[in-house]
């Protein structure tokens, strides 16, 4: 297959010497004079192990080339790779010129030539680039129809310098985003035999998976230091305590506790957070993530509520009140700041979960609650068909089922679902999910 590959930078180069052992024929596409220079003897432009000898290789078999001409880039070709640069502009939103211009570049060629080569977009984008700036600029400088006469797809890379080829061939996954179904089956053709799942997603989907991977990243990063700081501050070894803490595959270092869902609570992880910020405090460790995790998480808990009062509702319902599910523990539950926030706001309140029995509570749990929520047994409801007549319902634990929210739904009820509720169509009109 003949790719072009717009932006000869370190994704280009990489993805255009990868591409060549796989036995593509590669033209690269970029204004710098030197970096084409170097491509078209062969030589690479960048500094990664594994690229030098893949483009020499490709080279010598007649299968690389480079222009600064993106019409004779374009010709040809049977798939558009773009890996141009998306950098920060003053305001800390990202420039999409090098994108634009490219865009552009392969709009006017496609209008005046017949050739119809997938466009593959690598370059990092804020979901809504391609659906809401890249599809309507195309089709502006082309006169064509996305999806219907030409099509687009976002392919997010996970490569990092150092290791860059070794990611290209091993990928942790393959990501593709597209408007219809079947785009991007040219574009998977080419990881046949690769061992890695492959996720075909919306192109704002697909658009978000690579941020959120960076977002993370990034986070891993700050939090191990900030850990280290606390760890040094105490005298102990941070070393030691990161190789068990990464040791733990089941909760640390897993899915576990990373799907969107319902703020945090219970027993410990508010209290801990208090406890190591205070830590921090006397020591004179500088912590802003740790800092902000309880302002984040009261913020979403504020976002609940107004999400809830915005449907206007005189009565309301709520399905689990314990901070998760399976447990009476109502400390620190962000359902029970829910609760009276509701009930402040002059809600009349009905709550469902069959784990919580006032007589037998104890302890801290049982003084926290009184102190929210004082007249509990009065807002408890026997069975979930209880609240039916109820205008709103927030669905926290997965205490019904699909059938049961369907009869809601049916009856007029806004359900809100903060469980995620397997087999609910979720374009049911009434019906909102909490992150979905």
């Not at 049982?366 to 408890?380: D, I, M, P």
């Not at 409801?381 to 205490?399: E, F, K, Q, W």
């Amino acid at each position: 297959m003949k790719i072009s590959i717009f932006g000869m930078g370190y994704v280009g180069v990489v993805s255009g010497a990868c591409l060549l052992r796989g036995g593509h024929e590669v033209i690269g596409v970029d204004p710098n004079e030197s970096k084409v220079v170097d491509l078209s003897t062969g030589r690479s432009p960048i500094q990664e192990p594994g690229v030098a000898e893949l483009l020499a290789d490709g080279h010598a078999a007649g299968r690389l080339k480079a222009t600064t001409d993106p019409e004779e880039g374009l010709r040809g070709s049977e798939m558009i790779w773009i890996c141009v640069g998306t950098p920060s502009d003053a305001h800390g939103g990202l420039d999409l010129t090098a994108v634009e211009t490219v865009i552009t570049q392969i709009g006017r060629f496609l209008g005046t030539h017949p050739d119809r080569p997938l466009i593959v977009l690598r370059s990092t984008c804020l979901p809504g680039t391609n659906a809401e700036r890249v599809a309507p600029l195309l089709e502006r400088e082309s006169g064509l129809v996305v999806g219907k006469d030409i099509h687009i797809v976002f392919h997010p890379e996970f490569l990092r310098e150092g290791t860059a080829v070794a990611d290209f061939f091993a990928p942790p996954k393959i990501v593709v985003g597209a408007m219809h179904p079947g785009e991007a089956d040219r574009l998977l053709a080419l990881y046949q035999g690769y061992d890695a799942p492959i996720f075909r997603l919306g192109l704002g989907e697909a658009e978000m998976v690579k941020y959120c991977d960076n977002l993370f990243h990034a986070l891993k990063i700050t939090f191990a230091n900030e850990a280290g700081a606390l760890a040094k501050s105490a005298g102990l070894d941070a070393r030691k305590v990161a190789e068990v803490f990464c040791a733990d595959t089941k909760l640390n270092i897993s899915s576990r506790y990373l799907g969107p869902g319902p703020a945090f609570g219970g027993s410990c992880l508010p209290k801990d957070l208090r406890a190591i910020l205070r830590f921090a405090s006397v020591r004179s460790v500088r912590v802003p993530v740790l800092e902000r995790i309880l302002e984040s998480n009261e913020a979403q808990v504020a976002r609940l509520v107004e999400r809830i009062l915005a449907y206007q509702p005189k009565t309301a319902g709520l399905i689990g009140l314990a901070f998760k599910p399976d447990t009476d523990d109502m400390r620190e539950s962000p359902y029970v700041k829910v609760a009276k926030a509701l009930i402040g706001e002059g809600v009349e309140l009905r709550i469902y979960d069959p784990n919580i029995q006032p007589a037998r509570l104890i302890g801290s749990n049982r003084k926290q609650v009184q102190a929210a929520l004082r007249h509990l047994e009065q807002l408890l409801v026997a069975n979930a068909d209880d609240l039916s007549g109820m205008d709103v319902i927030v669905v926290n634990h997965r205490l019904v089922d699909s059938a049961c929210i369907g009869r809601w739904l049916r009856a007029g009820i806004q359900v809100l679902d903060a469980a995620n509720i397997e087999g609910v169509d979720v374009s049911t009109p009434g019906y909102e999910g909490l992150y979905w």
